[in-house]
């Protein structure tokens, strides 16, 4: 068996394997700036920024989309207004704490 590289030495690769360490360091830039966020903050202002590609919302293709480290800082230097612990909720992501316990966030 041969592998053969292309002249410019520059494979074209896919995949979550290739994703992951972009992901990752988009993920440590964002949190470089925003050292007191917690990890959860930090992904779903990945997860909720990241554009959208194939079919509509998360699927097993493109997983949430493409990156977009921009849009990630700039969703947490203006987060939207989260419900302090008490408060009625229907879904974590409304929660300060992002914990939804029988309808109260945590």
């Not at 997983?63 to 207004?81: E, F, H, I, M, T």
């Not at 408060?87 to 992501?93: D, G, T």
Request: proline share 5%.
């Amino acid at each position: 068996m041969s592998l053969e590289k292309p002249a410019s030495g520059y494979e074209a690769w896919n995949g979550t394997s290739m994703a992951t360490p972009h992901v990752s360091g988009v993920a440590a830039l964002i949190w470089s700036y925003f050292p007191t966020r917690i990890n959860q903050q930090v992904r779903d202002a990945l997860e909720r920024t990241a554009k959208d590609l194939g079919t509509a919302g998360r699927d097993n293709y493109y997983g949430n989309g493409l990156v977009q480290a921009k849009a990630a800082y700039d969703y947490l230097a203006s987060p939207p207004v989260c419900k302090a612990a008490g408060l009625s909720c229907s879904a974590a992501s409304q929660c300060c704490t992002n914990s939804c316990v029988k309808s109260r966030c945590r």
